[in-house]
């Protein structure tokens, strides 16, 4: 059963059995493979910074996605209406967005493995690096569920806890609401072991 992650000396140390480790990597592979559908396709990386950059920039073009929950991980520089904003908004994806996908597929599918390749059942033992990976990663995955559960106010926070009483744990709606605050709890413990 999962126990806060604690610093011991140079390691952050937190328990996850299997079946909770097995599920967090299910929920970062399937966020990953949401970010590498996108269009267009992340280039292989050739290991020369500038020469991946490049690669990114040559692609087509990037488009707004339709998808919210992409919408959240990539949002639109300019929010405002019109022409020019929608064109510097296209413009700075073009030169932003590839590099960004490419760094958060390169931190979930670090943060995937060093779940998958844990050799202690109940323990995860992390370096600070490994645990700010997971942490960032744990990040996009709980802007992409709450997206999915409409949370974006406190309000819809509160209708959420309103649902939750009303359904009970069968509704999916609430099973996707507990898998968010658990992984909330993770991200939480894992950043104040990193601060301490």
């Known amino acids: 059963m999962a126990q806060a992650f604690r610093r011991h000396g140079d390691r952050i140390v937190g328990h996850l059995d299997e079946d909770e480790r097995e599920l967090v990597a ?10 590498r559908g996108m269009g267009p396709a992340i280039p292989d990386p050739t290991g020369d910074p500038l020469a991946d950059a490049m690669a990114g920039l040559s692609a087509e073009p990037p488009r707004r ?3 919210p929950a992409l919408r959240r991980l990539f949002p639109d520089a300019r929010r405002d209406e ?27 599918d670090a943060a995937v493995s ?8 109940e ?28 949370l974006r106010t406190d309000e ?7 649902l939750v009483e009303q359904y009970g744990e069968d509704h999916p709606h609430v099973q996707t609401a507990a ?6 709890w993770i991200q939480e ?4 072991a990193l601060v301490r």
């Open 82 to 108: 019109g022409q020019q904003a929608e064109e510097e908004a296209q413009e700075f994806r073009r030169l932003t967005e590839m590099g960004l996908r490419q760094r958060k597929v390169a931190t979930i």
């Open 179 to 184: 898998l968010y605050d658990f992984l909330t």
């Open 114 to 121: 060093l779940l998958e390749h844990a050799t202690d059942p």
């Open 156 to 162: 819809d926070a509160e209708a959420l806890e309103e």
């Open 26 to 35: 299910s929920l970062l592979v399937q966020v990953g493979r949401l970010i």
């Open 189 to 192: 413990t894992l950043a104040e």
């Open 123 to 150: 323990v995860l033992t992390l370096t600070t690096a490994q645990a700010g990976q997971l942490t960032v990663a744990l990040t996009d995955v709980r802007l992409v569920l709450g997206e999915r559960l409409g």
């Open 65 to 67: 996605q339709a998808d």
